[in-house]
C-alpha cells in the first residue's frame, strides 16, 4: 500500500520569495513515480513536475524544482520567486509499480502568495 | 495539446435519480480514472480503465460503475444518486502503464445530489 503526507494544511509566501512544500511518501513497490499538481481556484488539476525513483538527480521545471530524498522518503517541492498566480492547492501523488498505475494523491496544501 | 472534456461543469440531481458523467480525451490515451475530490480527503480514485471494455475498482467503487465501450471515452454512472456523493467529479487519463506517465485531468464535474 502507499500513503502520501502533506502536512501542511495552509502555507503564506511573500512574492518574489522562494516557498518548499511538503511530501513525505510509503511505499513498498521496487519503483515509483513521484508527481505535483497545481490546482488554482478554476479547478483544474495541472502537472507541474515529476520525479522518477531511479532518478539520480533532482528535477527542475522553471521555478519549480523537487528536492528528491530517497531514504527519508520525502518529495518537497520548491518554487522560487513566488508569483501571486502561484496561489493555488498543490497536491503531491504517487504511481507505483506494483500499485496499478493509478495516481495516489496526498490531502494538498493550501498557497497563498501576497504582495 | 492534450485535451479531456467533461460533459458538465455544474449538475444538479435528486437523490435516486441514475447520473452520467461523461469524460473524453483526444490523444488516443491508453488509461483513464475517475476521481472524487472532497475538502480535507484529496482526490480519490473511484474507478480505472486500460482497455476498451475493461475496468478496475479503485480505492473507493461503492455506489458507482463505469463503462468504457470506445477507447476515447469513460463514463461514471451514479446508479442511484445519494446525498453522500455531492462532490467534485475529475476524470485523467495517460497515455500508458508505466511509473513516469503524467495523467492529464479534465475541469471536472460539481455534482449537487439535493
Known amino acids: 500500500a502507499q500513503k502520501i503526507t502533506q502536512t501542511q494544511p495552509g502555507m503564506f509566501v511573500q512574492e518574489k520569495e522562494a516557498v518548499t512544500l511538503d511530501c513525505t511518501y510509503d511505499t513498498s513497490d521496487p519503483s515509483y513515480g513521484l508527481f505535483w499538481y497545481k490546482q488554482p481556484s478554476s479547478g483544474e488539476m495541472i502537472f507541474l513536475i515529476y520525479q522518477g525513483s531511479y532518478d539520480q538527480q533532482n528535477a527542475t521545471e522553471g521555478r519549480y524544482s523537487l528536492n528528491f530524498q530517497k531514504a527519508r522518503k520525502s518529495a518537497n517541492l520548491v518554487i522560487s520567486a513566488s508569483q501571486l498566480g502561484d496561489s493555488a492547492m498543490y497536491f503531491c501523488?504517487?504511481?507505483?509499480?506494483?500499485?496499478?498505475?493509478?495516481?495516489?494523491f496526498g490531502k494538498g496544501t493550501s498557497l497563498l502568495v501576497t504582495p | 495539446d492534450v485535451k479531456v472534456t467533461q460533459s458538465s461543469r455544474y449538475l444538479v440531481k435528486r437523490t435516486g435519480e441514475k447520473v452520467f458523467l461523461e469524460c473524453v480525451q483526444d490523444?488516443?490515451?491508453?488509461?483513464m480514472f475517475w476521481y472524487r475530490q472532497d475538502p480535507g480527503l484529496g482526490l480519490r480514485l473511484i474507478y480505472f480503465?486500460?482497455?476498451?471494455?475493461?475496468?478496475e475498482k479503485g480505492d473507493i467503487p461503492e455506489g458507482y460503475s463505469v463503462s468504457r465501450e470506445k477507447k476515447e471515452r469513460f463514463s461514471l454512472i451514479l446508479e442511484s444518486a445519494s446525498t453522500n456523493q455531492t462532490s467534485m467529479y475529475l476524470c485523467?487519463?495517460?497515455?500508458?502503464?508505466?511509473?513516469?506517465?503524467?495523467?492529464?485531468f479534465g475541469p471536472g464535474t460539481r455534482l449537487t445530489v439535493t
Open positions: 490523444m488516443d490515451h491508453e488509461n
Open positions: 501523488a504517487m504511481v507505483g509499480s506494483n500499485s496499478g498505475y493509478a495516481l495516489n
Open positions: 485523467a487519463s495517460s497515455l500508458g502503464r508505466d511509473i513516469y506517465y503524467e495523467q492529464y
Open positions: 480503465s486500460y482497455d476498451v471494455k475493461m475496468k
